[in-house]
């Protein structure tokens, strides 16, 4: 009896394709498909923030770092190098950087018009060739004033040469004020400054003739050849 009145009722359900689902009281359940992934979760994104924050700040301290070290090696290195300006130039021991610095630069220059002084007066190479050469000049000191020679001689050199230049110079009357010498390679270069031994005016006829005979006499001691080879090299 119960199982009839059962079989009746279920013949009354309307079929599958047709049954309303929410006859039921709640939302139909959908299958999910065969293979498919559950959607991935989005990641917390005050997690991700606070991270990349963290590596910025740790970039940033290891930069600052490296350029502290870097200037403390350079304001070192700076100490150093005032430390030994003071060494060496005197009475800067007291002094500010500005001041050290000023003093430097006026070292500097006064270093630099010596050289060009020093540079002046330095006697040229030899020659390569036999020369000799005599010129005139007016040096003058305030109220003095004198007629000097300038003689220059260039040769090989010899254990009699700068002996026979000498005398050379007295059978003339002139006397050295001054004399360098510079030799390379077997090979020298005198240069005398003069002065006649009498003090007074020989007159532009008397200065030639002067001037051509210590020519000739210089040229006899360096090297013969040239009295008959070369006109004397006499500047006026």
Not at 24 to 33: E, F, T
Not at 85 to 98: E, H
Not at 101 to 116: C, G, I, P, Y
Not at 185 to 210: D, K, N
């Amino acid at each position: 009896m119960m199982l009839s009145a059962c079989l009746q009722e279920a013949k009354k359900l309307p079929p599958d394709d047709e049954r309303d689902p929410t006859a039921y009281g709640g939302p139909a359940l959908l299958s999910r498909p065969a293979g498919s992934a559950a959607p991935p979760s989005a990641p917390p994104e005050m997690s991700l923030s606070s991270s990349t924050g963290s590596e910025r700040s740790a970039t940033e301290a290891r930069a600052l770092k490296i350029h502290s070290e870097a200037e403390r090696r350079r304001r070192e290195r700076i100490n150093a190098h005032l430390a030994a300006l003071r060494r060496m130039i005197p009475d800067t021991k007291q002094m500010d950087k500005a001041a050290l610095l000023a003093r430097v630069v006026d070292q500097m220059r006064h270093l630099k018009r010596r050289a060009s002084e020093a540079t002046q007066l330095t006697t040229p190479i030899p020659l390569d060739t036999d020369e000799v050469s005599v010129e005139c000049y007016v040096a003058s000191d305030g109220a003095n004033s004198g007629m000097y020679i300038k003689a220059s001689v260039s040769c090989d050199d010899r254990p009699d040469l700068f002996a026979g230049l000498v005398r050379a110079l007295h059978g003339l009357g002139l006397r050295m004020v001054r004399a360098e010498l510079t030799s390379l390679g077997g090979r020298v270069r005198h240069v005398f400054v003069l002065c006649r031994e009498e003090e007074g005016s020989a007159g532009c006829g008397g200065l030639r003739a002067l001037k051509e005979a210590l020519w000739q006499a210089l040229a006899k001691v360096a090297s013969p050849d040239m009295v008959t080879a070369a006109l004397p090299v006499v500047h006026h």
